[in-house]
């Protein structure tokens, strides 16, 4: 399942593919990974290099140094030349946020510290989330006088429920962790040392998973949010008729009657 191309490589973040995972690591640990223009584009290249790259199966989002993201770069945003917020969301942040929630492959957020502002987004828009003890979560938005964005209105109260995600959002005090644990946010806590190991335990998992399946399931859990109860029966209608007909699923079938661990391919 090794790559089959070597990662294109980025100036403020790494991209690494390893045995069909591909981990991305946002790299400016002096300002706690804080979002420049050019680390978003990056961030975008490197969501969109991986979604062509079928031989990546799963993928890990995390940050260097002692935070995961502090969000946008405020000294970026003083300068006389940064675009108008409206613009850069539209531009710049949004596009990452379509390209994380409509990737095939699914992501998870290793979160290993601090996550603020629209990097409290982008571990929202990660599909599962593991975090380190010291890890927290910061709607630093109010503090600053703005609006969550960057999808954290439309992804907070879909993870934690509206009434907790109206509080973190309005309040905007930070919360831990285990706190996160406690509101379904993040899978597990773990100490920083382990956490590697423990993103890459469930990353593997996924990657030793059906690939079509994941993606279908994926968009299926997306939709189902904004129609009604008829429509989401077709859509798992539809959405079986495509992954039944895949050899993974003859593979997964053949592998419960002769009790062996399945071998997907993603065919
Ligand atoms: O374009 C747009 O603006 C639209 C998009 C907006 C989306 C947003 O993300 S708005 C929210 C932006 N983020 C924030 O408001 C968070 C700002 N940071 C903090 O509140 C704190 O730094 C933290 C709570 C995240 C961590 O606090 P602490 O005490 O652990 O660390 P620190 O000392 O504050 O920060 C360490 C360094 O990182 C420091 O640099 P220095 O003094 O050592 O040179 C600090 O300035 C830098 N840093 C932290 N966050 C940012 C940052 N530099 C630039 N931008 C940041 N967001």
Known sequence: MGGDRAAPSFTTIRLEIDDAIATITLDRPDALNALTMAMKEDLLSAFRSVARDRSVRAVVLTGAGRAFCAGQDLRERLQPDAAPLAVELRERYNPIIRAMRSLDQPIVGAINGVAAGAGASLAFACDVRVAAEGASFLLAFGRIGLVPDSGGTWLLPRLVGSAKAAELALLGDAFSAA?????????????????????REVTARLASMAPRALALTKRALQRAWSVDLDEALEDEAFRQGIAGATADH???????????????TGE
């Open 250 to 264: 003859a593979e997964g079938l053949a592998a419960f009657l002769e009790k062996r661990p399945p071998r997907f």
């Open 179 to 199: 706190d996160a644990e406690r509101f379904g946010l993040v899978v597990r806590v773990v100490s920083a040392d382990g956490l590697a190991e423990a993103a």
